[in-house]
């Protein structure tokens, strides 16, 4: 019987969606981010939305059973009706929005650093303080050290980048997560849109 994939499937993509709800809005609310971020709370609005709309056809597929319900002004006419428009085509798009659910919080286990918090979703002012703090800890950073240089101030400028290169690796760690975390990236995952640029000078010292 098709209403039966058709129930099962929904109920699947209602509890899915539904968790995808909490998990967005949780860290909004904790973080005060929920007017400041709308792009966060309207994607979290979506997928409330669509769970209450997916857990109400499978609600209704059931309704002839639920006869503690009846009572409450819920039709069991209309649990019959809800069965009969689910053919072959619904409840085959139906399974792929559950497994495509699925496949999304198998996908959080190994993503989980790069998705706490609201961080998925930030807004504008958040890029603009990352910028910041690359300019501030980096860029002035490199050129304090190249000044350093010209005034032939070699132990400042070793300071100064040695300062500079931690600053740049505890910006990429946030950004990527810290080693040991649920981050899991395998090998070829993460490649460059261009090959890194490195002098001849700097290929002779490392060789």
Same mark, same amino acid.
Do not use: C, H
């Given at each position: 019987m098709w209403w039966v994939a058709?129930?099962?499937a929904n109920l699947v993509i209602a509890v899915a969606y539904l968790g995808i709800a909490v998990v967005i809005l949780v860290p909004l609310l904790r973080e005060r981010q929920l007017r400041s971020n709308p792009l966060g709370s309207a994607t979290a609005a979506i997928f409330l939305t669509c769970a209450v709309h997916h857990g109400g056809h499978a609600v209704k597929?059931?309704?002839p059973f639920l006869t503690a319900w009846h009572g409450l002004g819920f039709d069991a006419a @209309?649990?019959?009706?809800? !069965?009969?428009?689910?053919?072959?085509e619904a409840v085959?798009? $139906? *399974?792929? @929005?559950a497994a495509v659910a699925i496949h999304y919080w198998s996908?959080?286990?190994n993503y989980a650093p790069l998705m706490r918090g609201a961080k998925?979703?930030? $807004?504008? !002012?958040?890029?603009?303080?990352?910028?910041?703090? *690359?300019?501030? $800890? *980096?860029?002035?950073?490199?050129?304090?050290?190249?000044?350093?240089?010209?005034l032939d101030e070699r132990e400042q400028s070793e300071e100064? *980048?040695?300062a500079t290169l931690a600053a740049a690796r505890r910006i990429i760690s946030e950004l990527l997560g810290e080693t040991g975390d649920?981050? !899991?990236?395998?090998?070829?995952?993460?490649?460059r849109s261009a090959a890194a640029r490195v002098t001849d000078r700097a290929t002779a010292q490392l060789g």
């Open positions: 058709g129930t099962v597929a059931m309704l @209309s649990g019959i009706y809800t !069965r009969l428009a689910w053919d072959p085959t798009w $139906d *399974i792929l @929005s996908l959080r286990r998925l979703f930030d $807004d504008l !002012r958040e890029r603009q303080r990352r910028a910041l703090e *690359i300019n501030d $800890d *980096i860029v002035q950073g490199l050129a304090e050290a190249k000044l350093a240089l010209q100064a *980048i040695t649920e981050t !899991r990236l395998g090998a070829g995952q993460l490649r």
